[in-house]
Structure formats: C-alpha cells, structure tokens
C-alpha cells in the first residue's frame, strides 16, 4: 500500500470520483481519496491522498486555487458553462460592437477581494438534504443563500472576442463558472465559461502532475517502482512545521496521541509556539503536533500512523 500525496492531471470528461476509482485499480488499493470536486469538463490539478494520506483530504481541500480560464461573452446557459442549455444569446458581432478590453478589465477588477456568490444550480452543494444538481436535473430551482470567497488575483490574459481568457488565484468554494457569469452579467452581454484549467492546489501544482494513463503504464512496466517518485509523502504536507524526534522515553505517549513534554524531544528550548512534526529516532513520521510554550509541552493535533 502507498501512503501520501500525487498530484494527477484530471481530464476533460472524467469526475473527480472517476478519478479515484480509476486510481485504485491502477494502484491496487482501496484506501485513495480525492480534495474536493472539479467539474467533469474541467482539466487540470487534482491532488488525491493514498493510504495515510487519506487524513490531510480536507486540509488540502482548504487551500487556496488557481485556474486558468476561458469565458465567452454574449452566452448564458443553465450550468454557467458551455456544456449547459443556452436560455440567452446575443451575436459576436453584438458583442465586438458593445464590449471594449477595457471595459472588461474594469468589470473584472469589480470582482477581487472578497465577494458573494450564489451556488450554482448545478453543483454539489447540499440543499435540504440534497445536492443542488439534483434539483436542477428535476427542473426544479431553490433558493440558495450567497457565500463569500476570495478573489486574491484576477488578471485578464487575452481577449479575443467573444473569448476571454483570464488567470484567477482565489479561495476554497469558490465556482469559475459563477465568475464567468457575474462579469458577463455586469458587461450586459452574459457569458458562460468555455473551458477551464486548474493550474495549482496550494503546493500542488500542473508541471508535477501525471495523468492516469501515464500511472498505468509506470504500474505495467518492468519498473512499477519508479510510480513513488510521483508521490509526496505525508508529512512534506507541513515542510512549514518545525520538527522533532522523539526520545524512547516518550514513545508510547506518541503512539497513543498524548501529550508530550518537550525534555521527551530533541525541540529545542527556544522553540515558540508552532506545529511540529513528530519522528522517532529513526526517521519515521507519526503525527503532527503544536508546542505550547507556556506549559512547555506538546499536544497532538493529528496523527498519521501506518
């Protein structure tokens, strides 16, 4: 069994749960999970945790995005991209003549910091109960309330009209596709997402990624070994963590999760209050813990033992 982090480039056409279960026969485990949802026309970053890893899906989950994408202005549809119903259309030629660049930066610009969205119709956002996609393939719309997000950067890359392409860095939660719709809505025109690559997960980024049949063909070869060189392991997830070993005195409170004081690690007397991560005296990983300089101890905060 693995345990740790890869970083798989998710293809047009493939859910995020497609993914997994591709994954697990590929690497003939059971335990894999994925960070959270892209859409099935969507490309791109897909981080999925294996084995221990399992346990660090939702702190992946939580950081920050970045996307690159395309919206076509004078569209509006039913899912907010190109693969939904069209309910409004307005020309090109409509578009060139009403639309300038400039016009589409400022609308743009209207869009950093924080923001409201409301939850698409066709999204998996739980509504009495019940995904919001599923309401919306009985043709039925709820009400739902606006979320904030994060737009940490937004810079318009190229215009091509009716194209526009845009690098947007942004919060968890936050839905492209509604972006796309909200600048369209603003410029008058409507717009709809064309297409979309997610080029970064906090540490987890495009140019380290490998697609599933790459994976296959590694777990085939006469050399199935060379698959570890695309797995993290759990605990570079904190490089940001100080780190310590545990003495032999303070073994079993480390296996059971308890307390530790510091003279049972070799954290040093200076140390302030952080996370640390937690090894024995032969290297392995087990947990991570947060220092409490005031009492001069350690508590644990999550473990990751084999």
């Not at 995904?131 to 994060?150: F, I, M, N, P, S």
């Not at 991570?288 to 999550?302: A, C, F, I, M, W």
Request: glycine fraction near 8%; aromatic fraction near 8%.
């Amino acid at each position: 069994m693995f345990h740790g982090m890869m970083t798989i480039y998710k293809e047009a056409g493939y859910t995020s749960s497609d993914v997994v279960a591709r994954l697990r026969g590929i690497l003939h485990m059971k335990k894999i999970g994925h960070t959270g949802t892209l859409d099935p026309d969507a490309e791109g970053v897909l981080p999925v945790c294996l084995g221990n890893g399992t346990k660090l899906c939702e702190l992946i989950a939580d950081r920050d995005k970045e996307y690159n994408a395309v919206m076509r202005l004078g569209v509006t549809t039913d899912t907010q991209d190109m693969s939904g119903k069209i309910l409004r259309q307005v020309s090109d030629e409509e578009v060139a003549r009403t639309v300038t660049g400039e016009m589409i930066r400022e609308a743009a610009a209207a869009f950093t910091g924080e923001i409201s969205q409301i939850p698409p119709m066709y999204s998996a956002v739980k509504v009495g109960g019940k995904r919001l996609y599923q309401y919306a393939r009985q043709g039925q719309t709820v009400e739902r309330a606006a979320r904030k997000v994060w737009i940490h950067e937004l810079e318009i890359t190229s215009i091509e009209l009716p194209l526009v392409t845009m690098r947007v860095r942004c919060s968890k939660g936050t839905y492209i596709r509604t972006l796309c719709q909200d600048i369209g809505d603003k410029l008058g025109t409507g717009a709809a997402m064309e297409h979309l690559l997610r080029t970064r997960v906090g540490q987890f980024r495009l140019e380290d990624s490998i697609k599933l049949d790459e994976a296959e063909a590694i777990m085939k070869s006469e050399d199935p070994e060379r698959i570890n060189g695309y797995i993290l392991p759990v605990d570079s997830f904190f490089e940001q963590a100080l780190c310590a070993q545990v003495r032999e005195e303070g073994m079993r409170y480390l296996l059971n999760g308890n307390t530790l004081r510091r003279e049972f690690t070799d954290l040093p007397r200076s140390a302030e209050a952080k996370d640390v991560r937690m090894y024995d005296r032969s290297g392995k990983f087990y947990a991570l813990y947060r220092y409490d300089p005031v009492k001069d101890e350690l508590r644990n905060v999550r473990m990751f033992l084999s």
